[in-house]
């Protein structure tokens, strides 16, 4: 990528302010490129979440979404989070309000509670164990079987993953509606196009694309694939921002964003989009938006999250 007078005069300055805040600068997979570019961590979900609990910075700068600012504040409620742009927000996470929750859940008092952490404090205040995309399967294997599990608010993953593990779960239907719009015969014909290529899903996707991939995975077990795997080919049915990291590791390789259903093209997540260098400054320069919450609400939250990272150590 080119980098233009005005952005390098933005990545001047954010640099300075970085170093005058102490500031880390996160940025997920799915941000645009030149934010990828000034972040010093670029991950998925699981990747930022851990190093959001364990940085020497006094302020964390979170270009992703709310809930992944949120949860940075609920492991440190002493540290200043920052956000680009506080209306970034979830639109799955937000598929899933608390009261409706709360009235599900009561329908099976027995069942462990298992959220996706794109979901609100809220959520995570009413669940026993946060996970990931990344560590999903590993959480639910270490549930004794018998149990009952209550999964949300994804049910593309959780469909995913009870079918993997052959383990039956209660799903709250919510959806990405980024990876639930890619459909099956637009995904057939890109792979009738490109024979030699692979496809690639994240869990998020429907049942019917996934079925047809070679390998399913989070944001990052794609890319470590697209690095280990022989193809030299791959068609990636996820958000199109990891394209461009992928294309980094491996800059022989050709990768084709998976083709979006005109029917439904809604497969670009605008949310991340609106993450921009010149709102990463600013929010930097004026330390606000700041994420504030309720500390009897953090702590109430921030059981569910401590329980995946110990469940699920580095
Ligand atoms: P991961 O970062 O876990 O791959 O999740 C993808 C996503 O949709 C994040 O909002
Ligand atoms: Fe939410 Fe989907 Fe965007 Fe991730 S890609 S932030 S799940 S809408």
């Known amino acids: 990528m080119t980098r233009d007078f005005a952005h390098e005069e933005l990545f001047r300055r954010i640099s300075l302010l970085k170093k005058e805040m102490n500031a880390l600068?996160?940025?997920?997979?799915?941000?645009?490129?030149?934010?990828?570019?000034v972040a010093d961590i670029v991950g998925d979900s699981l990747a930022l979440a851990r190093a959001a609990e364990k940085n020497e910075a006094d302020v964390i700068v979170f270009a992703g979404v709310y809930f992944m600012a949120e949860t940075a504040k609920i492991l440190n409620p002493r540290k200043l989070v920052l956000m680009p742009d506080a209306y970034a927000g979830c639109p799955l996470a937000d598929s899933c309000p608390a009261d409706e929750f709360k009235q599900f859940k009561k329908q099976y008092p027995e069942a462990i509670v298992v959220t996706y952490i794109n979901s609100t404090a809220a959520i995570k205040a009413l669940s026993d164990i946060t996970c990931t995309s990344s560590n999903a399967e590993q959480i639910i294997r270490q549930i004794p079987a018998g149990k009952q599990?209550?999964?949300g608010p994804d049910r593309n993953l959780g469909g995913y993953i009870s079918r993997k593990l052959h383990r039956e779960m209660i799903l709250w239907?919510?959806?990405?509606?980024?990876?639930?719009?890619?459909?099956?015969?637009?995904i057939l014909k890109a792979c009738r196009e490109h024979p030699d290529?692979?496809?690639?899903?994240?869990?998020?996707?429907?049942?019917?694309?996934?079925r047809h991939a070679a390998f399913t995975g989070s944001t990052k077990a794609l890319l470590?694939?697209?690095?280990?795997s022989s193809a030299e080919q791959f068609i990636v049915a996820t958000e199109p921002g990891i394209l461009y990291e992928m294309q980094k590791r491996s800059p022989r390789k050709t990768f084709i964003p998976a083709p979006k259903d005109p029917d439904n093209p809604f497969s670009?997540?605008?949310?991340?989009k609106q993450n921009t260098l010149e709102?990463?400054?600013?929010?930097?320069?004026?330390?606000k938006p700041e994420i504030v919450i309720d500390e009897t609400l953090r702590l109430a939250s921030l059981g569910s999250i401590r329980k995946m990272l110990e469940m699920t150590p580095v």
């Open 224 to 228: 470590d694939y697209t690095v280990s």
């Open 268 to 272: 670009v997540c605008t949310q991340m």
């Open 25 to 37: 600068i996160l940025a997920h997979y799915y941000t645009v490129p030149e934010i990828q570019q």
């Open 279 to 287: 709102k990463l400054y600013e929010c930097m320069l004026n330390r």
């Open 173 to 186: 239907q919510g959806y990405c509606y980024v990876h639930d719009a890619f459909s099956e015969n637009y």
């Open 149 to 151: 599990i209550i999964f």
């Open 197 to 210: 290529a692979e496809l690639i899903a994240h869990p998020e996707c429907r049942e019917e694309v996934l």
